[in-house]
């Protein structure tokens, strides 16, 4: 048998959503379908509750990521890096791509610092970028609806003052979530997860199993009338220990 092809894998985890996603990167490590990627509750591989999904209709998304860090101008770094310099990034990553901008603001206009808005997105979108995560807020959010294009942040303004890049692909931190370079990016209105590219075609088959897994309990769930019925169903799941 062929190995899927990437783009086939991609077809896949956008049929998933983000929470099984996790379940299966690093939510359950004592289930057998769990990769145990990560520590649950002690490493930074999700997204917390400050983050708002914009349009939860469009379903889940997937992609390489890209980083970035924007910031107030700093008269040293003065016309170092530009925006072309993230489209460039995006135009020289493996397709299709998310960006994570970082936005480091001083605490009284992190919350107004609407960054991206049509104009970025679309430049974005022609070089294969699907979706944005960001900690801070953008704008033009009635206008990015059509575009299909998805947006997960930290809230929504109307305007901004000067901003500036202040770094490319660097390691960040968005929304509780530690990001790399080249991770992939799985989200929905749920949130974001990340994981190592490598893990893609393990992840989709452990996933397939876990929503079928989960499907069959949920028949037996419904139809249960008593706590003996409610156990039964339950018994094997998520939380069963692998076997040694």
Known sequence: MTEPSDDQIFAELRKIDTPTITNVVATYPKNPLCLGLYNPWTENWYTDTSIRCIYPEMGAIVGHAVTCVYGLPDPNYAGRLSFMDVIDALDAMKKPTILVI???????????????????????????????????PSRDVDAIRKLNFQLLLGGVTAGHGEMAVQSVNVPVSVGGMDVAPGDLIHMDENGAVKFPPKHAPAIVKNARAMLDDEAARLVLLRKAKTAAEVRAASSGGAYTPKKG
């Open 102 to 136: 970082q936005q480091k603001w001083p605490p009284e206009l992190m919350n107004k610092a609407g960054l991206a808005g049509e104009m970025m997105i679309s430049s974005m979108m022609a070089v294969g970028c699907v979706g944005m995560l960001s900690n801070g």
